[in-house]
């Protein structure tokens, strides 16, 4: 009840833009008591909000929280599905085992899982993944597609896209996508990609994509053993970036490219894929696990599969399923 009295009168606040409410008309239209509309205003207050109260005016909003609780990222949302349910938590392990076990009681497809920190962030290939408090994205989609464990594969590569675009129309910066699935910025990472799949053998029982996204870090804030290669929104672009539009525009973006992969158009993917790579065309070499190069050559296409096609010195071509690339100056 008081979660959805404090989202009502947000609501009448909005909707007056940066006009006054008087406490008369918020009680008349909520059905509550003048001291209960004064109290919402407390409850607001104290989750961040500013307004101004006047006797005679009444109230009016006049400044919002960049926090990404349902509160500041439903009202902006385009979508039809995705991101419709949210699951906020101020702190979390990591987003995608709460996805997970949300996905394995049953959760719909499009739920979901926001932080404003995890303490247990996961990153591709075993490795670990830093949100700090107030200034990244971790976001946890959960999605039940009808495809072939085989081709889950294909839904990194539609986060990749997704959330790129979603990058480039938000903050107008030229984000490109590093095979297999980095999103960088003039050579450094700001986002990384963790797709996990719960399947039988026939069939994908559900697929969570974790996407975790540098905002507004100072380069002092990242991770000092990442600090050459990893960057952020803001210390590319020099200003800070409000966190709840940016889930607003993945998710718009995710559910358009993702309704073309479910519809049988995964060439129309790729091809945007395509456009937004920054490995394709380049010298690169494919290293190990342990880092060491194993093959170089150029980088010619991606398949069907998402895995990179190199075109060695010998003028073979080697197909390239997992791991990591990196890229060689010419
Ligand atoms: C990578 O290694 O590049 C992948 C990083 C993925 C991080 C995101 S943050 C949200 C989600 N929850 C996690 O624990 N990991 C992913």
Same mark, same amino acid.
């Given at each position: ?58 109230? $009016? ?18 979508? #039809? ?7 906020? #938590? ?13 996905? $394995? ?97 026939? #069939? ?106 190199? $075109? ?6 080697? #197909? ?11």
């Amino acid at each position: 009840m008081a979660e959805s009295m404090k989202e009502a009168v947000l609501a009448v606040l909005r909707a007056a833009g940066s006009g006054w409410v008087s406490g008369e008309e918020l009680s008349q239209r909520l059905g509550v008591s003048r001291t209960a509309v004064w109290k919402q205003m407390e409850v607001l207050r104290s989750a961040g909000y500013t307004l101004e109260a006047q006797p005679r005016l009444g109230y $009016r909003l006049t400044g919002a929280p960049d926090s990404v609780t349902p509160d500041e990222v439903l009202p902006g949302l385009a979508t #039809r599905a995705f991101g419709r349910q949210i699951e906020y #938590r101020e702190s979390v392990g990591s987003t995608n085992e709460l996805a997970k076990q949300l996905a $394995r009681s049953g959760a719909p497809e499009g739920l979901l899982v926001l932080a404003d920190e995890q303490t247990a962030g996961k990153g591709r290939l075993g490795r670990s993944w830093t949100t700090p408090r107030g200034s990244a994205l971790a976001m946890s989609l959960v999605l039940r597609p009808e495809l072939p464990p085989v081709l889950a594969p294909r839904i990194t590569l539609v986060a990749a896209v997704a959330v790129a675009e979603a990058v480039r129309e938000v903050t107008g910066l030229p984000a490109g996508i590093k095979w297999p699935n980095d999103l960088q910025l003039f050579g450094r990472k700001f986002c990384g990609i963790l797709t996990e799949m719960d399947a039988e053998m026939e #069939r994908v029982a559900f697929v969570v994509c974790g996407m975790g996204l540098n905002v507004n870090m100072d380069r002092a804030d990242l991770p000092e053993a990442f600090r050459e290669v990893a960057t952020s929104l803001k210390a590319e672009k020099g200003e800070t970036f409000r966190r709840a539009p940016l889930v607003q525009a993945v998710m718009a973006r995710f559910e358009d490219i993702y309704g073309r992969l479910t519809a049988g158009r995964f060439d129309q993917v790729l091809d945007r894929w395509r456009a937004l790579s920054i490995t394709l065309g380049q010298e690169v070499s494919a290293l190990s696990m342990a880092g060491e190069p194993t093959l170089t050559g150029l980088a010619e296409d991606v398949d069907d599969d998402g895995a990179l096609l190199i $075109r060695t010195e010998d003028g073979i071509l080697v #197909r390239v399923m997992s791991g990591e690339v990196s890229l060689r100056p010419r």
